[in-house]
């Protein structure tokens, strides 16, 4: 899959008509902007993140280099989420007409695309599924075994919003785990 990948990326690039630098914080697009252009990362992150009414950010995606953003969003007319760097980012633009008509010509592009696709989707709904645990000590144990590693420190918020639990509980967790880690024999 990665060679698919891979294949898939280098071809978006071609198609790319600009490169977009944004800052850490800065929108790259907001919920409810036509969608004119999709993007592939190229150095840095960007969360797609949807706001709740409570006021929490969920985070639905985090695109990193090489990576393709906001991919369903070929499909719609309006983004249904913000794209927000997290440390800055500079990125491909690529117009969606382009990507339309080349996926019209071409079968295998549109295969590797698909297969693109449906990773995205797997990968949705394995967050679904975190989403879906109850306490955040499931949460925080499912997203290890997602994505490996705990990040540093300064990384602990981007983990809250991705396991939709507020930045505190996830600290609370973290310190609790830490002291059972103390306490156990080694």
């Known amino acids: 899959m990665i060679a ?14 600009a ?17 004119r252009s999709i993007y592939v990362v190229l150095e840095g992150s960007v969360r797609l993140v949807r706001h709740q009414a409570s006021g929490a950010a969920l985070v639905l995606q985090r695109a990193e280099a090489n990576q393709l953003l906001a991919e369903a969003s070929l499909f719609a007319s309006r ?11 500079r990125l491909a633009r690529i ?9 019209r010509k071409d079968a295998a592009w549109l295969a590797d695309l698909a297969a693109h696709l449906a990773g995205e989707v797997q990968c949705a709904r394995a967050r679904a599924e975190l989403l879906s645990l109850r306490t955040v000590r499931e949460r925080v144990a499912a ?32 310190a609790r785990a830490g002291r059972q880690q103390e306490q156990s024999p080694e």
């Open 4 to 17: 698919i990948m891979s294949t898939m990326i280098q071809r978006l690039l071609s198609m790319a008509d």
């Open 19 to 35: 490169q977009v630098q944004i800052g850490p914080g800065q929108a790259l697009f907001v919920t409810g902007a036509p969608v």
């Open 79 to 89: 983004y249904h989420c913000d794209a927000v760097a997290e440390h800055g980012a």
């Open 95 to 103: 117009p969606k007409t382009g990507i339309l008509d080349a996926q």
């Open 143 to 174: 997203w290890t075994t997602l994505h490996g590693e705990f990040p540093a420190r300064g990384h602990w918020i981007e983990v809250a919003q991705e396991i939709g639990v507020t930045p505190e509980a996830l600290y609370r967790e973290l």
